[in-house]
C-alpha cells in the first residue's frame, strides 16, 4: 500500500480565516512533506519533517504553520492567506530522507477569496 | 528553486503511437523518478531509477537513468487514451547529513487523440 490521504480535497477561505490541512499515511515512513503547486507548474517544496521534526523550510511566510504530532500524521496550518496562495498543496512520504522515493497524496485544492 | 529542463513540454499523438520525453540537468542526481499527474490530482509514480545507465520497465513505460548521471528519459509504447495527463521527471540528491529534496522537471503534457 502507497496511499497517502487527504483532507479535505477542496477547501475555500477568507483571507481572515484560520483552517488546517491533514495528511495522513500508513507505509511507516518516517518522512513528510508538503508541496505548493500552482496550475500547469511542477509542485514546489515547501516544507519537509523527518522523525517528527522540521528538517528544511523553503523559506514559507509564516502564515502557513507545519505540525507533525506523530510519524503518520502531516498537518498544515492556514491563517491569514492571500488570494495568490490559491494553489494545490500536495503532501507526500518517504521511508526517510536519505534519496528514498516519496509518494504523493491526492492533494487539496485551496481558494482564497 | 532549480528545475531541470524536460522536452517536449506538450505532444499531441494517435492512440498506438509511441512516445518518448527526457529531461536535462547540470547537476548530478543519485536518484530519477518519474511521476505521471491528472488534473487535479496528485503525482503518482511511475518508475523509479537508482544507478547510472540503469534501464527499468514498468508495463508499457520504460525509463532510463543517464550514464553522465545529469539525465534520463522515460518512452511509452502503444498509447492509450488513459496516458493522458502531464508527466515530471525529478532528480534527487542525497548527502550524508542533509535531508535529500526533489528536483522537479518542467513537465511533458501529453494527450493522446483517437
Known amino acids: 500500500d502507497t496511499e497517502v490521504t487527504q483532507t479535505p480535497k477542496h477547501l475555500v477561505m477568507g483571507m481572515t480565516n484560520k483552517k488546517s490541512l491533514k495528511c495522513e499515511q500508513h507505509?511507516?515512513?518516517?518522512?513528510m512533506y508538503w508541496y505548493k503547486q500552482k496550475a500547469k507548474k511542477p509542485p514546489e517544496l515547501m516544507f519537509v519533517y523527518s522523525y517528527e521534526k522540521l528538517s528544511i523550510n523553503e523559506s514559507v511566510p509564516s502564515r502557513f504553520s507545519p505540525e507533525c504530532p506523530n510519524s503518520s500524521l502531516l498537518n498544515l496550518h492556514l491563517h491569514a492567506l492571500q488570494p495568490e496562495d490559491s494553489a494545490l498543496y500536495l503532501c507526500?512520504?518517504?521511508?526517510?530522507?536519505?534519496?528514498?522515493?516519496?509518494?504523493f497524496g491526492p492533494g487539496t485544492r485551496l481558494t482564497v477569496t | 528553486g532549480q528545475q531541470l529542463n524536460q522536452s517536449p513540454q506538450s505532444m499531441f499523438i494517435q492512440e498506438g503511437e509511441d512516445v518518448s520525453m527526457n529531461c536535462t540537468s547540470s547537476s548530478i542526481f543519485n536518484t530519477w523518478l518519474w511521476y505521471k499527474q491528472d488534473p487535479g490530482e496528485g503525482p503518482v509514480l511511475l518508475i523509479a531509477?537508482?544507478?547510472?545507465?540503469e534501464l527499468t520497465s514498468n508495463g508499457r513505460l520504460t525509463a532510463q537513468f543517464g550514464i553522465t548521471r545529469k539525465d534520463s528519459f522515460l518512452n511509452i509504447s502503444a498509447s492509450i487514451p488513459s496516458d493522458v495527463g502531464i508527466y515530471f521527471c525529478?532528480?534527487?540528491?542525497?548527502?550524508?547529513?542533509?535531508?535529500?529534496?526533489?528536483?522537479f522537471g518542467t513537465g511533458t503534457r501529453l494527450q493522446v487523440t483517437l
Open positions: 525529478a532528480g534527487q540528491l542525497y548527502n550524508t547529513g542533509t535531508a535529500s529534496k526533489l528536483t
Open positions: 507526500a512520504s518517504s521511508q526517510d530522507t536519505s534519496g528514498t522515493d516519496q509518494y
Open positions: 507505509m511507516g515512513h518516517r518522512a
Open positions: 531509477l537508482y544507478k547510472a545507465g
